[in-house]
């Protein structure tokens, strides 16, 4: 069966960094576009970072933009999310996501979600 395994959560201090990691079995990973979307206590999961399956296009939320880099090594079936200047807002699960249609920022357009990876950020 399909599984995304995230891992590279963590606590940091604001301006901190971090870089999670999302391995895929079970699929083709090459053929579906990745992403990775957040989900505060009480608030909605939300759209963070996707890539296409080739990496050509690559889309941020406004609110990450600049800060975060998402990154894929299809050779290694591996979405990458690297997390600079990290502030206490960030704080939230942080969810891999596969979507063979695309990049989507809406979370019900997903095929696969991972498990999920708490990011804890401090002021």
């Known amino acids: 069966q399909v599984q995304l395994v995230e891992a590279g959560g963590g606590s940091v201090q604001s301006g901190g960094s971090l870089r999670l990691s999302c391995e895929a079995s079970?699929?083709?990973?090459?053929?579906?576009?990745m992403g990775w979307f957040q989900q505060a206590p009480g608030k909605e999961r939300k759209f963070v970072a996707g890539i296409s399956r080739s990496a050509d296009s690559i889309l941020y939320a406004d609110s990450v933009a600049g800060r975060f880099t998402i990154s894929r090594d299809n050779a290694k079936n591996t979405v990458y999310l690297q997390m600079n200047s990290l502030k206490p807002e960030d704080t939230a699960v942080y969810y891999c996501?596969?979507?063979?249609?695309?990049?989507?920022?809406?979370?019900?357009?997903?095929?696969?979600w991972g498990q999920g990876t708490q990011v804890t950020v401090s002021s």
């Open positions: 079970g699929l083709t990973f090459d053929s579906y576009a």
């Open positions: 996501a596969a979507n063979k249609r695309g990049i989507t920022r809406t979370p019900s357009y997903i095929d696969y």
